[in-house]
């Protein structure tokens, strides 16, 4: 009641005012003050009916929006109204409208996330169960076990990465950084791997630097290389040229089938359906990273002469996210 009557506050000042100039009018012209009597009874009863109609309408309508707020949604709005009512609406359903496309954008999120997990838990349980299996004998082969070591640590910098990726606080470091030192840093991580295959690596140092953030940089030589000891047959060669890292390797190539699929999320191609340990992240978060970094990942590859990846650092600076 007193919210309704704070709400109509304009309305009886402009009724006092009229009805003062009513007794203006009357008092100067010396008019019958039963007149004024008669007339002031006919305008009490008239504004009082609709007094009475409104506070029952807006008591109905507050009695509704009370109910409303356990509703999910906002279709039952109607533009109806005055102006100032239509203008209002409009803009809750829009933003009722990007609350909605911001939660599903959040639970698409969320399941894409949950999917990641889910196929890191399933990757992990491989190494796992072989490292428990070379335990359990005699003389386990060191090297073997190092290499699932190696494996895991692989897994689980891939899911850090995918989920850092994504966050918003994520924050990138450009610097201009000398490319020997990261390339020789992942080369000493697989070197294990390197001495297991008997792959004959290629790599004659650099003095070039480039623009860059080199942790993620760094990020994307560990998925490079270990895509190529993966499939190299016997040798991978590594060259920088003009803020170019190329890394190339002899091994079986990728079909023509699957290297326009190469870069999507989960995709292992047919090489990697013969790789128990292929995620299909490796290349995925790859390019994700050098877009985000302003660089260029591109493949040159043909069936049964390898592959070359090539990482141009010529660009550099933190891209939006899509």
Request: with cysteine; aromatic share 10%; net charge negative.
């Amino acid at each position: 009641m007193m919210a309704w009557l704070y709400d109509r506050r304009n309305l009886f000042l402009l009724l006092a005012v009229l009805f003062g100039i009513q007794v203006f009018i009357f008092y100067v012209y010396d008019l019958e003050w039963d007149a004024l009597g008669y007339m002031a009874l006919l305008e009490f009863v008239v504004v009082n009916v609709y007094l009475v109609l409104d506070y029952s309408r807006h008591l109905l309508f507050h009695r509704f929006l009370s109910a409303q707020r356990q509703v999910p949604d906002l279709s039952w709005m109607e533009y109806d109204g005055s102006q100032k009512d239509r203008d209002y609406q409009r803009i809750i359903r829009q933003r009722e409208s990007l609350r909605h496309r911001q939660a599903e954008e959040y639970r698409q999120s969320r399941r894409d996330l949950q999917d990641l997990y889910d196929m890191w838990t399933h990757q992990n349980k491989l190494p796992i169960a072989a490292l428990k299996l070379l335990l359990q004998e005699e003389q386990p082969d060191i090297r073997e076990m190092r290499s699932q070591v190696l494996r895991l640590e692989q897994y689980t910098q891939i899911i850090l990465a995918a989920t850092r990726l994504e966050s918003p606080e994520t924050d990138y470091v450009f610097d201009w950084n000398p490319l020997d030192a990261p390339i020789r840093s992942v080369i000493r991580t697989f070197s294990p791997e390197f001495i297991r295959k008997r792959l004959r690596l290629t790599y004659e140092g650099t003095d070039e630097t480039a623009l860059t953030d080199v942790r993620w940089l760094t990020f994307v030589l560990e998925q490079i290389l270990s895509n190529a000891v993966k499939h190299a047959r016997s040798q991978i060669e590594i060259t920088v040229k003009d803020q170019v890292i190329c890394i190339q390797d002899d091994g079986p190539g990728i079909p023509a089938q699957d290297l326009e699929r190469i870069w999507s999320r989960g995709v292992t191609g047919q090489n990697g359906r013969k790789e128990t340990a292929a995620t299909g992240l490796g290349l995925y978060l790859s390019k994700a990273v050098m877009d985000r970094l302003g660089h260029e990942i591109t493949i040159e590859t043909s069936p049964g002469r390898g592959t070359a990846v090539r990482l141009d650092l010529t660009h550099g600076g933190v891209q939006d996210k899509d």
